[in-house]
């Protein structure tokens, strides 16, 4: 999501107006489903990394997403926040095939470059995908789950 501000409109972020140094609020109110995404802006720190969450959504810089290990074997776990993780496809790990080993309650999807699905093992059954050049690759489920992650 690219945020842009222009200094046509001083004071405001696309359409919310800036209401403090980490908020911003639409001024509209429109009935029913007219008014759905009209929902603010709320930007944080945590642990270094800058958040903005919005209507249930949290994002991050892409400078925060990290690429994959490239080794043969590696874990991803989730922290105790049970935030998904997200990680680039290197190039030394295009077109091989990535077998996770899941936790009981997690799932992984993997996208292409143009952001379509490639694999998402809820709707699949499958832990193995063959990984696209210039995808991202992102693992959910409760807190402390480990994905084990074996790359050929």
Do not use: H
Request: hydrophobic letters at 35%; proline letters at 5%; one cysteine or more.
């Amino acid at each position: 999501m690219q945020i842009d501000r222009t200094d046509d409109i001083p004071g405001y972020l696309l359409d919310k107006k800036i209401t403090s140094p980490n908020t911003a609020e639409s001024q509209l109110q429109i009935p029913a489903m007219g008014g759905r995404d009209l929902l603010g802006f709320r930007f944080y720190t945590k642990d270094g990394i800058e958040y903005l969450e919005t209507a249930g959504s949290l994002f991050v810089s892409e400078e925060q997403v990290k690429p994959l290990y490239k080794g043969k074997q590696s874990t991803v776990t989730l922290k105790g926040d049970g935030l998904a993780k997200w990680y680039t496809v290197p190039a030394a790990a295009a077109g091989k095939t990535m077998s996770i080993e899941m936790p009981a309650k997690g799932a992984f999807v993997v996208y292409d470059e143009q952001g379509a699905c490639v694999n998402y093992t809820v709707i699949s059954g499958k832990n193995e995908v063959k990984l696209p050049k210039n995808g991202t690759i992102v693992f959910a489920g409760e807190a402390g789950s480990t994905f084990g992650i074996t790359l050929m």
